[in-house]
């Protein structure tokens, strides 16, 4: 008996996509989507989601439970690279002088970039580490809830 690859891909970015809004993230999948979230008045969390490993055991675990903090962002989105390609583009295009990195996380303050946590900051880190760095940033940047 073989498995399609893709069908088997398929149902693992759906549970990827399903777990990081389950964690309450608003999906964003096209460029004016992007634009639309991430020029609002606030502090809004953008978590570039991907299929590896370190987004599965520690990108998102970290996104899930580093807003349970005193201070947060206003907003919380994703966008899914290697997936939505041009909603994650237009995401990427707000990040001045960063590469492209997948899992990362990036947080803005009224549309700009005040702060990122890129993958070598993620993959062979632990979700306790990744999440404290995202709650430092949180703590400068953001209001008490």
Do not use: W
Request: charged residues 30%.
């Amino acid at each position: 008996m073989s498995m399609d690859f893709n069908i088997l891909m398929n149902d693992y970015i759906e549970q990827a996509r399903k777990e990081i809004v389950a964690a309450g993230y608003e999906e964003l999948r096209t460029p004016e989507e992007v634009d639309e979230a991430l020029q609002r008045k606030g502090t809004t969390l953008v978590m570039i989601n991907s299929t590896c490993g370190c987004a599965g055991g520690i990108a998102r675990p970290a996104a899930k439970y580093a807003i349970d903090y005193d201070k947060r962002p206003d907003y919380l989105v994703t966008v899914f690279a290697g997936q939505d390609k041009e909603a994650t583009l237009q995401a990427r295009s707000y990040f001045d002088n960063y590469p492209p990195s997948s899992p990362s996380f990036a947080l803005l303050k009224d549309g700009k970039l005040v702060g990122m946590v890129e993958r070598h900051e993620i993959e062979g880190h632990s979700p306790v580490s990744v999440i404290e760095r995202l709650q430092e940033l949180f703590e400068q940047h953001c209001d008490e809830v």
